[in-house]
């Protein structure tokens, strides 16, 4: 199953790829990483979430998503150093690959519209397949080519 997860993430990883990345924001907000201009992204644990993590690499972008009460995409981000070893948590995969990577990401600018709700996804079939839809739980995905610029009009963020 990893190989074929590879494959998927693989293939969404163009040359500037998009991914999102959810926080809960009374954790770590928008607003701290605004304040704080930069952050390296931990507390990934999931199998699957960690494998969009090591796929990040330096100039990807990110859609930061405010889980909780806000349920919305709230800001675009930028991944300025890419996927490395966690230091918190050591070990490596049977792959030979560090267990629990990190990315650090900095902020670009916030989403202009607040339409881009998890209700308002949901219920645009464009999005169905999405991971934010089919694995509501999953902290780290990557936003699949063909739904990056609908998902963008959503927010207000172009690129």
Same mark, same amino acid.
């Given at each position: ?34 304040r704080?201009?930069?952050?390296a992204?931990?507390? @990934?644990?999931? #199998?699957?979430? !960690?494998? %969009?993590m090591?796929?990040?690499? /330096?100039? +990807? ?46 902020? @670009?600018?916030? #989403?202009?519209s !607040?339409n %881009?709700?998890?209700?308002?996804? /949901?219920? +645009? ?35």
């Open positions: 199953m990893i190989a074929g997860s590879l494959v998927f993430f693989t293939r969404y990883h163009a040359a500037m790829a998009t991914f999102l990345l959810k926080t809960e924001p009374g954790e770590y907000s928008w607003d701290d990483l605004v704080d201009k930069r952050t992204w931990t507390g @990934v644990t999931n #199998a699957a979430a !960690q494998l %969009a090591r796929s990040m690499k /330096k100039g +990807d972008e990110v859609l930061l998503y405010h889980t909780g009460a806000e349920k919305r995409i709230v800001g675009l981000a930028r991944v300025v150093k890419g996927a490395y070893p966690d230091p918190e948590n050591p070990g490596v995969t049977a792959a030979g690959d560090p267990k629990f990577v990190l990315v650090e990401i900095a902020p @670009v600018k916030p #989403a202009p !607040q %881009a709700t998890l209700a308002a996804i /949901k219920a +645009d079939p464009r999005f169905a397949a999405f991971a934010l839809v089919k694995q509501s739980r999953l902290s780290a995905m990557p936003v699949p080519v063909e739904i990056d610029t609908p998902l963008r009009a959503l927010t207000g963020i172009q690129r």
